[in-house]
T-cell receptor
């Protein structure tokens, strides 16, 4: 069965430090992969997505993610974290090519940013 | 442009009562999705509407849950009768079209938190 694993439930980084959030997936075919962010009091917002082609994808707010098929991973990175990045981050895989709004989510990683 | 709106933002009911959650998608979005997050767990798909038709309701937990989207605009999700395990946050999301170009690009509401006592 398809699944998404985010090994880190909670991460704390200092402002200005680099960030990497891990995501591993289990999916039979080439996956559609996504990262969403939920800031306090807001709905989930799409950060970036991968379908095919270049395995390094750029997103909004300075985030990027790299698809590594051999490791079944799609880790999210940011070179320098800002206090406003404190939020919960969700990795997701699209479930089927014809119904790509049906997503399978990981459990989420809560990011805390220290001043 | 207004985003996806959901209400109530928080509902507290007793076991056995009925609750109706409402979602207003972004205007013009034919696709509407309901998701649920039970505390401590992942966000899970419930169902998908295309306009007023149910495209996929494979995630609906049981027949105590009824979703409607009359006229292809707003949607309601009714839980009747509510049980303790129904507590969680119910998210609604919408998207303009299906297909590769906008695949997975869902616009989410802030969610409706349901607490069943």
């Amino acid at each position: 069965a398809q699944s998404v694993t985010q090994p880190d439930i909670h991460i704390t980084v200092s402002e200005g430090a680099s960030l990497e959030l891990r995501c591993n997936y289990s999916y039979g075919a080439t996956p559609y992969l996504f990262w969403y962010v939920q800031s306090p009091g807001q709905g989930l917002q799409l950060l970036l997505k991968y379908f095919s082609g270049d395995t390094l994808v750029q997103g909004i707010k300075g985030f990027e993610a790299e698809f590594k098929r051999s490791q079944s991973s799609f880790n999210l990175r940011k070179p320098s974290v800002h206090w406003s990045d404190a939020a919960e981050y969700f990795c997701a895989v699209g479930h089927g090519s014809s119904n790509t709004g049906k997503l399978i989510f990981g459990q989420g990683t809560t990011l805390q940013v220290k001043p | 442009e207004a985003g996806v709106t959901q209400f109530p933002s928080h509902s507290v009911i007793e076991k056995g009562q009925t609750v109706t959650l409402r979602c207003d998608p972004i205007s013009g979005h034919d696709n509407l999705y309901w998701y649920r997050r039970v505390m401590g767990k992942e966000i899970k798909f419930l169902l998908h509407f295309v306009k007023e038709s149910k495209q996929d309701e494979s995630g609906m937990p049981n027949n105590r849950f009824l979703a409607e989207r009359t006229g292809g605009t707003y949607s309601t999700l009714k839980v009747q009768p509510a049980e303790l395990e129904d507590s969680g946050v119910y998210f609604c999301a919408s998207s303009q079209v299906s297909g590769r170009a906008s695949a997975g690009e869902l616009f989410f509401g802030e969610g409706s938190r349901l607490t069943v006592l």
